[in-house]
Structures are given as structure tokens and as C-alpha cells.
């Protein structure tokens, strides 16, 4: 009888070996070597949560830690069908770093968790470079994560990708939500697409209604499906934190901040209200991204499945005090990021109301 080995069960030590050398470039490029002590390869990473250390321009007196994982979903296979997966990484990073952002949070480190059905250096590689963007992006650093091969578990071609963020907010600087107050503005800070939810409608509607392929031109779009579908979701890290660091939580400034994924508008807004707030949201106050125009006219699909799927042009919602909404939203564009006074808080049990 010839001798087994683990190769012929379609695992390949030296192969994996290859993989951590090829990115360990890209995740010690993320790291903050103050604070990540460990570097690369251990069983454990390390990381000095240092109470001296500033948080918008305050010390950590009362460190809480904030916890956050998701995945990018069915966009992996607009990835796939690219043969693009350098930006789907940046998709991972921001929907668990814009989660723990929402508690007014710093997120310290990031990891990932990928799996696939054979080792892959090459491919392992161009999916970190957009975890490690992500990371500098986030000012967070990328410290670990695992590389599970499963070769009778996924198909050849699959793959899935989580992540998990860790972040630090003051006890006394948490934004929870509970100040806010009737008459408070509602800013939304403009999204970069589709971000990463409610793929499995945009693949339905673009390939098995409209027939299209991703490298379809589409005149309304400027640039191919594929194109489109892959623009990675937009990271709210630093621009939000340079509002914070401008109006520090004691003086009540933002009252609340909400990560506009899954449920839209619709159903992440009031995740935040306290009882007897209701948000009332103004159509038209922000421009709409030609993206959703074009999915809403193929399937025909109707407004309030939109406004539930999709985060229509809004991938981030601050609730501030009305007088320094202005000046909110000018930091902001200057930060990068577009943002609009799209409603205000009125009295009603929680939820988000439409007005013309």
C-alpha cells in the first residue's frame, strides 16, 4: 500500500507556507508597532490597549472594548466573475469597522477569517491587498486572521471571506443614542454604491432579468456592471472622527450615529432612536446614485423594497444638534465625504418616516 500524506487529502503545507509569506507585507504595513506587539506569525496577536493613549484628544480613563464581524456576501461572486478581488477586501474591513464606529468607537485591529477550497497564494494575496487598504483606511491595524482550506466543502471557485473588528470607546464618551432629542438634524453622509448588501436582488435583476454580463457597458452608468457592482463601500472612520474630535461627546453635539446596511434607511436608522423619537427623512434632500435608478427600472421593483434592500445614496446617518448641522456637513465634505441634511427628529415611537 503506498503512503498518505496530507497532500493527497488536497492540503499542501508548503503551499500554505507560500501564502503567509506573500502577504505577511501586507498586514505588517497596517500596523501600528507601538501598539501590535507581536508583529506577524504567532498563535495569538497582541495588542497594547495603553490607557495613556489619546482618544479625540482625550485619554482612555474608562476603556470599553467594541466587538464587530461580517462578511462582504454575494458580491464575492461579482469578484469571482471579474476575476477582480483586489477591492472586495475593502468591503470586509468597512462593514465591521463602520458598525463599531457607530458607538463612537476607535477601532484598534481587524481579522480575518478566510475559506477556500485548495490553497491559493495568489489569490489569498490580491484579496489581503484590499483587507490591508481597508486597514490603512480605517487607521486600524490588520494583526491576524485564518486560511481554512476545505476541499470537500466548498466548490472549486468558491471561497467566503468574515472579519472581525475590535475597538475601544471611553465608558463615558459611548454614543448610544439616548440623547437624542426632538428638533436634532439628521445628516447623512453619502455612500459610495450598493456597499455590500442586497447583491443576491442586483444579481437577479442584472444577469437573469436584464441578461446582462459583467463586462456589459451600461450608458447610464458610465462604466461596465462589473465595474459598478465592485466599488468597494466607503469607510466613515476618519471623517467621522474629525467631528468627534472637534465636538467632544460631554457637550452632546452627536447624539447618534447609524451604519446604513441591510434594512436601509429604513430599519438601521431606528436602531439608534430612544423611545418617543421618530425620524422623518425628506426624499430628494440627497442625489440618488444612478446605480439604484438603473436596478429599480429593470425589475421594476417597487420604492419600499428599494428603500429596505438598498442604502439609496446613504451609507451613513448622523443625528446632531440642529445648530451645528451646517458646519457638520462642511467638515465633512471637507474630509472627503458628501453629506446632506436629509431630516430631523420629531416626537413618535421609533421608526423613519417619509415627507416630500
Request: include cysteine; charged fraction near 20%.
Amino acid at each position: 500500500m503506498s503512503e498518505i500524506t496530507y497532500r493527497d487529502a488536497g492540503l499542501n503545507l508548503d503551499t500554505y507556507e507560500e501564502t503567509l509569506e506573500g502577504i505577511r507585507p501586507l498586514m505588517l504595513r497596517t500596523q501600528d508597532r507601538t501598539r501590535v506587539l507581536d508583529g506577524f506569525g504567532g498563535f495569538a496577536s497582541l495588542f497594547d490597549l495603553d490607557p495613556n493613549r489619546w482618544l479625540f484628544n482625550r485619554k482612555y480613563r474608562k476603556p470599553v472594548l467594541v466587538t464587530c464581524t461580517d462578511g462582504v456576501g454575494t458580491k464575492l461572486k461579482i469578484a469571482t466573475m471579474m476575476d477582480r478581488y483586489e477591492t472586495v477586501g475593502i468591503d470586509l474591513v468597512a462593514m465591521s469597522v463602520n458598525d463599531a464606529l457607530c458607538t463612537g468607537a476607535e477601532p484598534l485591529v481587524f481579522l480575518d477569517y478566510l475559506a477556500m477550497p485548495k490553497d491559493d497564494p495568489t489569490l489569498t494575496k490580491r484579496l489581503m491587498v484590499g483587507m490591508s487598504e481597508g486597514c490603512m483606511q480605517a487607521q486600524c491595524s490588520l494583526t491576524g486572521g485564518e486560511t481554512a482550506i476545505l476541499p470537500d466543502f466548498y466548490a472549486p471557485g468558491d471561497f467566503d471571506m468574515a472579519g472581525f473588528c475590535v475597538g475601544v470607546v471611553d465608558k463615558d464618551r459611548i454614543i448610544d443614542g439616548k440623547q437624542i432629542q426632538v428638533g436634532d438634524a439628521v445628516i447623512g453622509l453619502e455612500s459610495s454604491g450598493i456597499h455590500s448588501n442586497g447583491y443576491s436582488l442586483v444579481r437577479k435583476l442584472a444577469f437573469d432579468i436584464a441578461k446582462l454580463g459583467v463586462h456589459d457597458r451600461v450608458p447610464e452608468l458610465s462604466q461596465t456592471v462589473g465595474e459598478t457592482l465592485l466599488t468597494p463601500t466607503r469607510i466613515y472612520v476618519q471623517a467621522v472622527h474629525a467631528i468627534l474630535r472637534n465636538y467632544p461627546v460631554k457637550k452632546r453635539v452627536v447624539r447618534g450615529l447609524a451604519h446604513i446596511t441591510g434594512g436601509g434607511l429604513v430599519d438601521n436608522v431606528p436602531r439608534i432612536l430612544p423611545p418617543g423619537r421618530r425620524v422623518f427623512l425628506k426624499r430628494g434632500s440627497w442625489p440618488i446614485p444612478p446605480v439604484f435608478t438603473w436596478l429599480q427600472g429593470i425589475g421594476n421593483v417597487p420604492q419600499a423594497e428599494m428603500d429596505r434592500v438598498f442604502n439609496m445614496g446613504i451609507g451613513f446617518v448622523m443625528v446632531v444638534a440642529p445648530y451645528f448641522a451646517e458646519s457638520i456637513i462642511r467638515q465633512l465634505a471637507a474630509e472627503g465625504v458628501p453629506a446632506h441634511l436629509i431630516g430631523e427628529v420629531r416626537e413618535g415611537e421609533p421608526a423613519v418616516e417619509w415627507v416630500s
